[in-house]
């Protein structure tokens, strides 16, 4: 990472900061500085994942009218204890889209594209309401030759497309912002995130990393030097 994105903690770090420099800077950042999400909005989350749940607790503040989430059934009931609607992602990409237009009159207002930028990049676009709705791109392409595409009539018909990085922050202006977010709204889903048994020493990490990696539906692996 680019020193850019680098940030000094004034206190003894723990668990929940590890996530500072990729997940939690972009899910807490991406609804207010990347999007400016709006007060009492419509909202889509595709994912269902360590990005998507940091997603959910910076959109808190906002008091959103409605959370669509679109995931994995193994982890449903934890999103709809967490307030979210959700949806199953299975089939094509198309009936989902259908289903999440079933949830709205007319559109979301915010989407956020979080967990299969070729399946659902062009989609999350598209469920946008017209006039002013915006989407944001957090994850990357699966090669370096995919492509992500829509008719024209998407955009002149006022939604937005916009890409980000880490919360599109610039920790060397940003970082007040970042921590303030942090401190305010993590709690509630660090247990999730960083649970205890996830916690490993880097001379054990090569054994266990199948095992790990089986079990992460939305945890992330701290390694510990």
């Not at 992602?89 to 207002?109: F, I, N, P």
Request: proline residues 3%; glycine residues 8%.
């Amino acid at each position: 990472f680019h020193a850019a994105h680098l940030t000094k903690l004034e206190s003894e770090p723990t668990i929940k900061d590890a996530g500072l420099g990729s997940v939690l800077a972009t899910g807490l950042l991406a609804p207010s500085k990347v999007l400016k999400v709006d007060e009492e909005g419509t909202i889509a989350i595709f994912g269902s994942n360590s990005l998507a749940l940091t997603l959910l607790a910076g959109l808190k503040k906002t008091n959103p009218k409605k959370v669509v989430v679109v995931g994995n059934k193994a982890v449903q009931e934890l999103f709809e204890k967490l307030g979210a609607t959700f949806i199953l992602d299975e089939g094509e990409a198309t009936d989902v889209q259908k289903t999440l237009m079933e949830e709205s009159a007319s559109g979301y207002d915010f989407t956020f594209e979080a967990t299969d930028f070729d399946r659902y990049g062009a989609i999350a676009l598209e469920i946008c309401h017209k006039g002013w709705g915006k989407c944001a791109l957090l994850t990357k392409a699966d090669g370096k030759d995919s492509i992500i595409s829509t008719k024209p009539f998407q955009l002149v018909t006022g939604r937005h497309w916009i890409g980000s990085f880490m919360g599109n922050v610039n920790i060397a202006k940003d970082h007040t912002d970042l921590l303030a977010a942090h401190s305010e709204t993590t709690d509630g889903i660090a247990e999730y995130i960083f649970p205890e048994d996830h916690v490993v020493s880097v001379e054990d990490f090569p054994s266990k990393w199948k095992e790990l990696s089986e079990t992460a539906t939305y945890h992330r692996t701290i390694i510990e030097f």
